[in-house]
């Protein structure tokens, strides 16, 4: 595709709900970032995957927090017994090299009720 | 670990007019990478410039230029004829010179509103 893509742009979630948010980077993009964006703050760093090799989930902030990149092009983020402090935009990034060159999707809008 | 600072939460200027964007950090790396995003409504986060640090000369892209002290740790950014489309969140980033560093470490951004 042209861009980075993610789904949903929006999901809502009852407290405790299990939720995956989907990542279609650009083709071809070896490096791929999750970020959680809280409401009126910059992104954190969740995790880093080079193709399939997550090389960086330092980010991740609790075992409920799970990526995965299995074939090393989309990748899923899924989180487990959804909290309320979980509410935010999770963004998407992929580049053709290391580090340089990203490209974001829109990211997706979580709220959890 | 990094830290960025951004301590202009909001800024505003009129059409045509400069205003500068102010961005500390905090690191004891010699060899790192400094960025400032543009965030609009539609969330998607856009490179506006990048400096290396061990370039001493200030990075220019068209009307948005850098202030780069590093000495300081001082990282503004510059916009010259302000236009309304440059309304948005910009956020200063700060990304490690260590080889295998890939994370970038964002500030807490500053909204620009630009006055017609």
């Known amino acids: 595709g042209a861009g980075v893509s993610q789904s949903p742009r929006y999901k809502v979630a009852k407290r405790g709900q299990d939720v995956a948010l989907r990542c279609d980077p650009i083709?071809?993009?070896?490096?791929l970032f999750w970020y959680q964006q809280a409401l009126g703050q910059g992104p954190e760093f969740l995790t880093y995957?080079?193709?399939?090799?997550?090389?960086?989930k330092s980010g991740l902030p609790s075992d409920r927090f799970f990526a995965e990149r299995p074939e090393g092009s989309v990748s899923t983020l899924k989180i487990q017994r959804t909290q309320q402090e979980d509410s935010a935009v999770y963004l998407c990034?992929?580049?053709?090299?290391?580090?340089?060159?990203?490209?974001f999707g829109n990211g997706t809008r979580l709220t959890v009720t | 670990a990094q830290t960025v600072t951004q301590s202009q939460p909001e800024m505003s200027v009129q059409e045509a007019e400069t205003v500068t964007l102010s961005c500390t950090y905090d690191t004891s790396e010699s060899d790192y990478y400094l960025f400032w995003y543009k965030q609009p409504p539609s969330r998607q986060m856009i490179l506006v410039i990048r400096q290396e640090a061990y370039k001493q000369q200030n990075a220019t892209e068209n009307r948005f230029s850098v202030n780069f002290q590093k000495a300081a740790k001082s990282f503004s950014l510059k916009i010259s004829d302000s236009q309304l489309g440059d309304a948005a969140m910009y956020f200063c980033?700060?990304?490690?010179?260590?080889?295998?560093?890939?994370?970038?470490?964002f500030g807490q951004g500053t909204r620009l509103t630009i006055n017609p």
């Open positions: 995957f080079q193709n399939e090799a997550q090389l960086d």
């Open positions: 980033a700060y990304r490690s010179g260590i080889q295998g560093a890939q994370k970038l470490v």
């Open positions: 990034a992929s580049s053709a090299r290391r580090g340089f060159g990203l490209h």
């Open positions: 083709s071809g993009h070896v490096s």
